[in-house]
């Protein structure tokens, strides 16, 4: 029986476009936000208004050994009023495929605007809280984070 080798086989096709797919879902993502990135996603957010510093206690550590697991705890002064409170905190971090972390929304009724949760960075990089304020204003507070061990990214 002759065969023709111009034409590839049904099993050949499924065994390659099967590999295709595995490279495709496993291979790690490259492409990390840029501290340009995670600017515009703040812009984007709120469009022409100036981050004050202050208000905001950021808890990183400075080198994280594993980057799968940092923890990350935040607190904003607030009396947490009415007429005075914290309604969001975003978390952003430029090194990440995606520059929003998490997003945190609060209410007057809240006795006060913390939370801890732990993130995975990819790699050495800043991460930077942005509290949103009643009144409207901002505040922000950035912390460099080292990064020794592979993150999300290796």
């Not at 476009?17 to 490279?23: C, P, R």
Request: proline share 7%; glycine share 8%; with cysteine.
């Amino acid at each position: 029986m002759e065969r023709n080798c111009s034409k590839p086989s049904r099993r050949s096709l499924l065994v390659a476009g099967g590999a295709a797919a595995a490279v495709l879902v496993l291979a790690p993502r490259l492409a990390s936000a840029t501290p340009q990135q995670v600017t515009a996603e703040i812009e984007k957010l709120y469009p022409g208004k100036a981050l004050a510093e202050g208000r905001i206690k950021l808890d990183l550590p400075t080198i994280a050994e594993n980057g799968l697991v940092v923890p990350l705890n935040f607190e904003v002064e607030s009396p947490m009023t009415d007429k005075d409170y914290v309604k969001a905190v975003h978390v952003f971090a430029d090194g990440n495929p995606n520059p929003g972390v998490a997003t945190f929304h609060f209410t007057p009724m809240m006795p006060k605007a913390a939370a801890q949760f732990r993130l995975r960075l990819a790699q050495t990089q800043t991460v930077v809280a942005v509290a949103e304020m009643s009144d409207g204003s901002l505040y922000a507070a950035r912390r460099e984070v080292k990064v020794t061990i592979g993150g999300c990214g290796g």
